[in-house]
């Protein structure tokens, strides 16, 4: 039973003897190790605002630059991973969170993420006076932000759909909170928290750049990393640097994707309780490497030894260990009161936001913010239209070709996963050496990321057509368009709309990038609710700024409720194949 | 002498009863706070050395009354105690063997089967060793770093075996443990598992099953409780005084059965009696899970050789491949739509249901419609709110919310989508499912 891929959960201690594969393993860990330490040092260099870290556009220096870039992202996937276990545990356990945390990150969720990074920065860096460790923790934060609602839902999701009869056998054979927690619950929700975790990740690259260069009350901070070169290029209008930089970051992607992420995947497949087929029982060379040294034998039976022992500490300190029934609710009262203190405090906030932002704006002003975020709205509709005029009929083309379909995928998910922000630079260009008009040019820019999401699902729809079904058209002897209209829409309509909302989503994210553009002394504006943001962003007027995300956040949650959610419930009633 | 005589008078010195529920109530809180009773006041005491079987109609509260038992689920009112102490959670000594086998799908075998050794602190070695042993006992030997997904659904239930007697267990619960087997798997489980009971290799004072099949019943269980629905209760008790291993063939054996089969089609009528006219049922009843064309298919059945209109249950049931659960709920719709008599085991085809077997399709509508709008108060209930609504039209949202009165949730799902689909097939309403809206549309 050598042959299992899946690192086993019950180690064996007395076979932690190294082997050939360590040599390939120590290495890797222990560079691993001296990487994370030398970006916490740089990290905590001296530092005091209104001075400006040198940046060279020297490709020598890129590679140095993408460490700190892909420090900046691991450190923001572990703070990620940190919030969401409580924070979905929570949510899941206690119906009185629920009612607060779940509204609370469906807010947090549809918020601009570079909004987040102007509220914050300020309090960052007062937190650690006179280091650069403030700004490194305001970039770190905004890339969190990209990241980490997506996989606390999942993870809630899966908290709470853990089969009843898993519980009741957990609770019929007495394991502590503690082991039902890391036994039951959190393996059941590590397939779809890993397939977040990619998504997050590649939201993150986009942001990561976008973030590194930092606007502090008038004055521009430019972290170390890619995404502070590409804006010293943008400035120097050099066209070779922003290639060198395109060609690291695909370096970087690619990595990613070799050393963390499929393997993560391949392990991630025995948590699942469904067979597999065949055809996906393939491991990955690194998670080859990481189950054959015993190097991560080692770590992993030091894991499970240190999470019993605190399991013990938590059993001994808990002095009443007899069983007993799960709690039921609280009293109807109790839970009455605390809906209308929660309702209290909501309205209380609403009310000192409005008059916080009322004290500076005028009225006529906010009708024009709504104005602007409906514009962007068109925009943002319309490009969905358009791309989906285009990659829908290419996704069916390309998934009714299996063998093609395999080899596209990965590349589709990885030209979503490449930050888009890299080749505005080269769009600007060609907007100005043809005069062309940025209110309409300067729009594919926000979709020009996000439109992979939609090409990506329709091939996966098109592949999990029932053969049966393909063959019955065929047999039927169904024509072009009435085999459009009966056969491939329907079934690929679930895919593609989940793949539009994420396209959507991310381009209400990416506007606020997108809507100005910048090119040495050049800037070209496009009128939208983006473009009004990153203007009184770097302004830095707290009030305006707290008005134009509010109205973005508002659009956002009314197109989820109004349209996606509809769109959705429609795709989940009728038109599912299984 | 009988074998359970036997184990009683040897361990007849422990006191108190190894398990037992006194009083015990389960009254489910519906969304508008009405309570809805599940289970009315049962009195239980399961003796040493005993196996006994509950049996009836699917959604009868059996495994509601398991899980009060395992102390998954707290009574309402009454208690239950386990060798004289009350229970108020798991206990330990009592372990549990779950429908859907509820193995966790990343732990190994070996690891599933020390889960419950390592949640109660045993130590590594000494988990190996007797997690080793009752793979070994089951008959799993070889499979110990498979992971479930690999094995096959008896292999699993094995599994699940395994973990719950690892722990020792002084009682054994099994909810269905076997309905999730094919015909063969479930009977060469069945048999190692009353081969390791009745060699005494483990160390279990009493078992309790939960079962849907008659036969397997009445093979394993020294006593078998029929459990009336509606509120859920103990309405009949049969005790099988026969020796292990039992021959299904037996003419004493065929007698149990046969009784099994009176006691459980003896309904609606919630004391059972025996040639009673059942009384009359409200909007609320739990409709049975019947489809029009097996009811139709068995009719016809009915009126040809060897039956004659006429048919032994047990006898019925072998011929036509129908398991319990597919054949109560024919019987019972039968009986509902005056189709046929079920008593003392037999079904009889009445006058009406003859002339349904013998007339053609559309006829058969016909019929079917007369006798849902004469016997069904729920499709009589819709048609009246459907032809006195100017527009003929009504959500069905509107009579989920009414059956949720006296139904659970999933019940009162299933009981509406039941007569809408017997309502389309007879065309006394039409359905559209896209609104869910029921109307007269079309006729």
Known sequence: MEQRWGLPLIAWPSRLRPNLWDLVALPLVLGALALVAWGGMKMGARYEVGESLPMSLDPWRLPEYALRTVLRMAASLVVSLAFSFPYAALAAKSRQAEKILIPVLDILQSVPVLGFLSITVTGFIALFPGRLLGVECAAIFAIFTSQAWNMTFSLYQSFRTVPVELVEAARMYHLSPWQRFWRLEVPHGVPPLIWNMMMSVSAGWFFVVASEAITVSGQTILLPGVGSYIATAIAERDLAAIGYALLIMLIVILLYDQLLFRPLLAWSRKFRGDADSEEYDVRPWFLLVMQRARLFDLLQSGVLALNRALDRAITAMSWRRSPAYDTGPASPAMIRFFDLALLGVASAAVVWLFAFVREQVSGDEIGWVFLLGALTALRIIVLIVIASLIWVPVGVWIGLRPQLAERVQPVVQFLAAFPANLVFPAVVVLILKFELNPEIWLSPLMILGTQWYILFNVIAGTTALPTELKLVASNLGLRRWLWWRRVIWPAIFPAYVTGAVTAAGGSWNASIVAEVVQWGNTTLQATGIGAYITEYTAAGDPARIALGIGVLCLYVLVFNRLLWHRLYELAAERLRLD | ?443
């Not at chain 2, 699993?156 to 909810?175: G, M, W």
């Not at chain 2, 059956?403 to 007569?419: C, F, Q, Y």
């Open chain 2, 1 to 443: 002498m009988s074998l359970v005589a036997e184990r009683v008078t040897t361990s007849s010195t422990a006191a108190a009863p190894p398990l037992r529920a006194i009083a015990v109530s389960k009254t489910y809180r519906t969304p508008d706070h009405i309570g809805r009773l599940v289970l009315e006041n049962i009195d239980f005491t399961l003796h040493e050395g005993e196996i006994v079987a509950v049996l009836g109609k699917s959604g009868a509260g059996k495994s509601t009354f398991l899980r009060i038992l395992a102390g998954l689920l707290p009574p309402s009112l009454g208690h239950v105690e386990y060798r004289g102490q009350p229970i108020t959670g798991p206990v330990r000594g009592i372990a549990m063997v779950f429908q859907s086998f509820a193995l966790f799908p990343w732990l190994t075998v070996l690891g599933n089967v020390e889960l419950g050794l390592e949640a109660q602190g045993v130590s590594a070695a000494e988990r190996r060793r007797r997690a080793v042993e009752a793979i070994d006992i089951i008959g799993l030997d070889g499979f110990e770093s498979a992971y479930p997904k690999e094995l096959s659904g008896g292999m699993q239930q094995r599994v699940s075996f395994a973990r719950a007697l690892v722990v020792n267990p002084d009682i054994l619960l099994l909810d269905e443990p076997f309905s999730q087997l094919d015909v063969l798997t479930a009977e060469t489980l069945r048999n190692d598992l009353l081969d390791l009971w009745v060699e005494r290799r483990i160390p279990t004072k009493g078992i309790l099953i939960v079962s849907h099949n008659i036969e397997e019943a009445v093979d394993m269980a020294d006593r078998i409780l029929i459990f009336s629905s509606d509120p859920g209760g103990i309405s009949a008790e049969l005790t099988v005084r026969l020796p292990h291993p039992r021959s299904p063939d037996s003419p004493a054996f065929r007698q149990i059965v046969d009784q099994v089969y009176t006691l459980l089609t003896t309904v609606p009528g919630r004391d059972g009696r025996r040639g009673v006219k059942p009384e009359p049922i409200g909007v609320g009843y739990r409709l049975p899970d019947a489809p029009v064309q097996q009811l139709s298919a068995l009719v016809e059945k009915l009126t040809e050789e060897p039956y004659n209109g006429r048919a032994d249950l047990p006898h019925l049931a072998d011929e036509e491949n129908l398991t319990t659960d597919e054949l109560l709920p024919l019987l019972e719709l039968l009986q509902l739509l005056g189709l046929a008599n079920v008593s003392g085991g037999d079904i009889e085809l009445t006058g009406a249901g003859r002339r349904y077997a013998e007339a053609d399709m559309l006829s058969r509508k016909q019929i079917f419609a007369e006798a849902l709008l004469k016997n069904v108060p729920l499709a009589v209930h819709i048609r009246r709110v459907l032809d006195e609504r100017p527009g003929h039209r009504a959500p069905a949202a509107r009579f989920l919310r009414e059956l949720e009165d006296h139904l659970s949730e999933e019940e009162a799902e299933r009981v509406l989508d039941t007569v809408i689909n017997w309502g389309r097939h007879a065309e006394i309403f039409a359905y559209d499912d896209d609104d869910r809206v029921l109307s007269l549309e079309n006729f």
